[in-house]
């Protein structure tokens, strides 16, 4: 989602007409919601796996982006005002939900204990 928007793109910035502006931001898309679609399958398919706790957080993360990834989908006329509004409110929210995933990942891992002798 970060680099969806053509103001998060890293490096100088070509002119460029408005054909390149939306083919640009159409291989963008493309690429978010290939890499989306890959995070959705990969929380669906090791979510028996997850304990509750870190679930919440991929589940939360999951919705945020796939509401994303449809509305790039549906929207028709990017980069109007308004659309850059909401997409920056749209990356901070997506980043919230990464590092609240990463924080319960981090309090599950403290929570380990490894015991001489193997599991019991």
């Known amino acids: 989602m970060l680099k969806v928007l053509p ?4 490096g100088p ?19 978010f919601i290939e890499a989306n679609n890959a995070l959705v399958k ?3 398919e090791n979510s028996p796996f997850y304990p509750d706790k870190i679930y919440q957080a991929l589940d ?5 982006t ?7 989908q549906v929207d028709d006329k990017p980069f109007r005002s308004d659309w850059f509004d909401r997409g920056d409110s ?6 919230k939900l990464v590092e609240a995933v990463s924080a319960s990942i981090r309090v599950r891992l403290a929570a380990l204990v490894i015991r001489e002798g193997g599991v019991i």
């Open 90 to 95: 749209a990356n901070q929210e997506m980043l």
């Open 7 to 10: 103001s998060m793109s890293i």
């Open 60 to 64: 939360a993360l999951r919705i945020h």
């Open 66 to 72: 796939v509401g994303e990834a449809i509305d790039l």
């Open 13 to 31: 910035r070509e002119p460029q007409t408005k054909d390149q502006e939306l083919e640009a931001f159409f291989d963008r898309r493309k690429a």
């Open 42 to 44: 990969a929380i669906d």
